[in-house]
């Protein structure tokens, strides 16, 4: 049974007023390795992973700006990777729902 969280982001928010609710599914023995759901509210976030992320978007738009490069638009039915070392911005437009693993 999915545990939930409310907004337990770590990262600096920098415009709106988001909230987030992880619906976690699972978490290894170590804690290195996560999977769940995530939804979000609009806003918009600075961002520095520096864990391994895949997501399985299902609802919503948001738009991630890796620093030096151009936006990556995702709506509902995108699949994507954000890789360690990623810094740069996350801004949910429309609310999101996406299912996701950290590795």
Known sequence: MPVPMLDAGKWERIAGEPHTVNLN??????????????????????????????CDFREGYCIITPDGMEPIHLRAGDIFIVEPGMKGTWEVVETVRKYFVFA
Not at 25 to 54: F, N, Q
């Open 25 to 54: 599914a699972y978490l290894s023995d170590d804690g290195t390795k996560i999977m769940g759901t995530w939804i979000c509210t609009p806003g918009k976030w600075r961002v520095s992973y520096d864990k391994w992320e895949y």
